[in-house]
Each structure stands twice: as C-alpha cells, then as structure tokens.
C-alpha cells in the first residue's frame, strides 16, 4: 500500500500483489518480443516465458521502502541483465550489451506509447516506487497499448532497413564444410522468403557459387510476377555478412540455390529479415 500526500490529506492506493504480477509477466513478455522485433532474434519460447516470470518477481521490488536510488538502479540493471540473458542466451558481450540497449529501447517504446494513451484519455499512475510503476488502466488499455507499441516497432525496424537498403551491395562469407564462398549480396526489402517448415529467412545465392554438400535440402516456393516455382535450400555451418564496417553472424538463416542470378555485380540477394540493429 502507498500513499501520497497533497493539500487536501492522505491518499490511500492499494496494490495488489496477484495483478502486480501477472500485469508484469505480460508486460515483460510483450517487451521481450519486440526486443525480438528490433533484434530479429528468435529465442525458443519457454526461455521468453521463464525471462518474463523473473521480470514480474522482480516487480515486487515496489513493496521495499527505502531502498537506496544507486541499490535501486543497480537492482533493476541486474534484473535485466538476467533476464536478456535466459531470453536470448550469451554469444559474446558486445552482442549480450547491443541486447540489453535493445531491451531498454523497446521499455521506452512502450512506456512512451502509455504515457500517451494515459495523457489522451486521462488516467493516472497508481504508484511508482523504486522504478516499478502500477497503472490504473484495464488489461484491454495495456494490450491496446501493447498492439501500438508493435506497429510503432516495426515501423522503425521498416525504416532503418530501408535506409541500409540504400548501401546496396554487402560482402557476404558462407562456410559450408570445406567450401568457403564470398560474394558480393544486394539487400532487397521486398524478399522476405521464407523456408516454410522453420520460418527462417532464406538468402538467395547463384548457384554456381555454392553447393548444399552433404547438408539436408528443404524446398522453398518462390512466387514472382511469372508463377510460383521452387528452390532447394540448405542450412550451412555459418553465414556472416559484412557492411558499414561491421561483421556479423547471420543466425537461423537458409541459403536457396538459384540459376536466376544473372546480374554480374551481385551474386546473392538477401533477406530483408536477417539484419539487426
């Protein structure tokens, strides 16, 4: 229970520990998928679940009266930490920090887009103590709010690939047992292929550059202006895509063959899905 002083009295709020919880659980739950979004990570979902059930514990921090501001803080960024790090696993710190900055983005998302729909219609806070904040709103307010802060997400995601879309050519490396390819790749915002049975995203190779080996082949269909017609694709041991100065480790992606790449100043084209922030 909190109170808050004015000029008429005491004010009395009561919060209740059962809806503190689970409002927080499907709050954790909604930011750890747009930290997703923004990231285009794709952890396995009882890690989402489990990371959620660690943020709504941590909500209970609200009840502690008098906890220092630097223990507060210090709380709060451990407890983030911990739980970026069971949602989306730890590869190295750069990748683990770029992660958690994501994570924070996507609460300022969120909290921005509250804020807002609070000052419109005219509801309050319950009580904010030691970071933790208890709104007066109904679930339906909080998932409106949710629905918003996903379309505010994926229109910025949507902008800032267009944007690296405007660089035009990457290096891209694929290892595939003993066969190392480089090439040269074009971002194109309209292919999202997908290969149907993992949803990952498919990178387009010519075919003469690269074969599956030994790796499974998946068929993937490809719908065009011409028809639907179908790739064989593969998993290989590693893809890494290089631009703006910057190497990174393409997860979860397939590369389908194909005898269509005809342009001599790119020999892939990638997915719009696979770059990060």
């Not at 514990?57 to 609200?62: F, G, K, N, P, T």
């Not at 009840?63 to 803080?73: G, K, M, Q, S, Y």
């Not at 990748?95 to 924070?104: A, G, W």
Request: a positive charge; one cysteine or more; glycine letters at 4%.
């Amino acid at each position: 229970m909190f109170y808050n002083q004015n000029v008429k009295g005491v004010i009395f709020i009561v919060v209740y520990v059962d809806i503190l919880i689970i409002v927080n659980f499907f709050v954790n739950l909604l930011l750890l998928q747009i930290t997703c979004l923004i990231s285009k990570r794709s952890p396995k979902l009882y890690r989402i679940i489990i990371s959620s059930c660690i943020g709504s514990l941590y909500s209970l921090v609200i009840f502690a009266d008098n906890l220092n501001a630097v223990l507060c803080e210090l709380s709060k960024l451990l407890a983030s930490a911990v739980m970026v790090l069971i949602a989306f696993g730890f590869r190295r710190v750069l990748v683990f920090v770029k992660q958690l900055l994501i994570f924070y983005f996507s609460s300022v998302i969120l909290l921005g887009v509250v804020m807002l729909v609070c000052f419109i219609f005219k509801l309050r806070f319950v009580a904010v103590n030691n970071s933790v904040m208890y709104f007066d709103v109904s679930s339906a307010t909080l998932i409106t709010c949710g629905v918003l802060a996903y379309i505010v997400s994926s229109i910025i995601i949507r902008l800032y690939n267009r944007s690296l879309s405007k660089n035009e050519l990457y290096i891209l490396k694929i290892e595939n047992g003993e066969c190392n390819v480089t090439l040269s790749a074009f971002l194109d915002t309209g292919n999202r292929l997908r290969e149907p049975f993992s949803n990952s995203p498919v990178i387009i190779v010519n075919s003469s550059k690269i074969s599956a080996g030994d790796k499974q082949i998946r068929i993937v269909p490809v719908t065009t202006v011409a028809g639907t017609s179908f790739l064989q694709a593969f998993k290989p041991d590693k893809i890494i895509l290089k631009f703006n100065s910057r190497e990174e480790i393409i997860e979860n992606a397939y590369i389908a063959l194909s005898d269509d790449l005809n342009d001599k100043s790119y020999n892939a084209i990638l997915n719009y899905d696979i770059l990060s922030i």
